[in-house]
């Protein structure tokens, strides 16, 4: 694998140069696509009549950050840059650059992009993230009037943050007609898709891998309905490639592969990770290092119960030492994962005594210490939650000024 890597290296670099000095046309893509099977990648296409040339967009699913150079290879197209920063980097990597900065700019210019016939079709990743391609897809819809999502609560630094999950479903707002590509990549020995991996390290393994296939397999152009909107569109399209390819269509978000992301990277830093050991497999510790431990789980459950007053302390406990993580017991008990019983608006015994509101704390002046709020109840309701989050958001923002 290492001999192959840096032979690899240098073909690679002609590969580059090559592609870049050849105008686009077909006896460009047949010498950058035999010169790739040198470095391992193999591109097979099933029903390429199927490929209509009147269509402006292509969708296609999101396996690995170099699905739109290998679809390059079949044919003319562009994918729009849109997390890379734009310079060299971007423009050696084959992406387009328009210069927009929001979405609806990006949208915009697009649409100005695909209005010129003269100019390649669009190639799209509607996931926005990429996949291993094995367990389902990623949601293509996006609601741009209800865009509040799902409100994540996280605990970071004595302060409340929300994180909206949403989907995307722009892609089909530029085109009426457009043409899925189910793409599925095989690689032995070596995993195709990590996530969090940047792609230099994705580059680095597909050269030190014997081989990696890419299967391309057109799928027949979709037009839209009458009077349909692009989030009926989208999923359409996404029921479709997800029959073609075996898997399910899920409701789980780029935003929520980020998310999960970023819980992995915190609980791989605590001492005890979750999952790893259980909790009666445990090595026994001395005396000392028991009590340094229930002092810790007792102060962690204190934050806990800051935010979430209605769970009982000892739930809040027995989660915390499962898990380790104020973070992660917030979630388990707001997503149901914990089942508990409510507590009343009475205080318990192991509670300390209530500190005056807000208002009463900024009447009796500086010289009384505020007191931090806590919301009265949990809302059943998605909307009611994500008030209560901003209003208790507010209300922190007042408690920190004081």
Same mark, same amino acid.
């Given at each position: ?15 580059? /140069?090559?592609?870049? !000095? ?75 650059? @328009? ?6 700019? /990006? ?43 799902? !409100?994540?609560?996280?605990?970071? /630094? ?174 388990? /008990? ?14 318990? !015994? ?7 509101? @807000?208002? #009463? ?29 901003? #209003?208790?958001?507010?209300? @922190? ?6």
């Amino acid at each position: 694998g290492l001999c192959l890597l840096v032979l690899r290296l240098f073909i690679g670099a002609h590969v580059f /140069l090559v592609s870049c !000095a050849l105008p686009d046309s077909v006896l460009r893509r047949f010498i950058v696509r035999v010169m790739c099977s040198v470095l391992g990648l193999f591109v097979r296409q099933s029903d390429p009549r199927l490929r209509d040339a009147s269509v402006r967009v292509y969708i296609a699913n999101h396996v690995t950050q170099f699905d739109h150079n290998v679809i390059n290879l079949l044919t003319s197209c562009n994918t729009p840059a849109l997390n890379a920063a734009p310079g060299f980097l971007c423009w050696s990597r084959g992406f387009l650059e @328009l210069g927009a900065g929001s979405r609806a700019e /990006l949208v915009h210019s697009l649409k100005v992009y695909s209005s010129h016939q003269a100019n390649p079709p669009l190639l799209l990743f509607p996931e926005e993230a990429a996949t291993n391609g094995r367990a389902g897809l990623l949601r293509f819809r996006y609601r741009e009037r209800q865009a509040w999502g799902r !409100a994540r609560m996280v605990l970071a /630094l004595g302060s409340l943050t929300a994180e909206f999950s949403l989907c995307s479903s722009w892609p089909f707002s530029l085109a009426d007609v457009v043409q899925p590509v189910a793409l599925h990549v095989q690689r032995p020995l070596v995993t195709v898709s990590v996530a969090d991996s940047s792609w230099i390290t994705e580059l680095l393994w597909t050269f030190f891998a014997p081989f990696t296939v890419y299967q391309v397999r057109w799928l027949p152009s979709v037009p839209r309905r009458a009077e349909e909107p692009s989030e009926d569109f989208a999923l359409r399209v996404q029921e479709l490639l997800a029959v073609e390819l075996g898997v399910v269509s899920t409701r789980l978000t780029a935003a929520d592969k980020t998310e999960h992301m970023k819980r992995l990277r915190h609980t791989s830093l605590l001492p005890f990770a979750p999952g790893s050991q259980p909790l009666a497999a445990r090595p026994r510790v001395p005396s000392g290092l028991g009590a340094a431990e229930d002092v810790r789980i007792a102060a962690m459950a204190q934050r806990v119960k800051e935010v979430l007053p209605h769970v009982p302390l000892e739930v809040i406990r027995t989660d915390l030492a499962r898990t380790s993580c104020v973070d992660t017991t917030i979630a388990n /008990l707001l997503e149901g994962s914990v089942p508990f019983c409510p507590e009343s608006g009475e205080d318990s !015994a192991d509670l300390p005594a209530p500190a005056p509101s @807000l208002p #009463e704390a900024g009447a009796q002046g500086s010289a009384a210490a505020p007191a931090k709020p806590a919301p009265q109840q949990f809302a059943k309701s998605p909307v009611e939650r994500h008030l209560s989050l901003q #209003e208790r958001k507010r209300a @922190l923002y007042d408690y920190a000024r004081r």
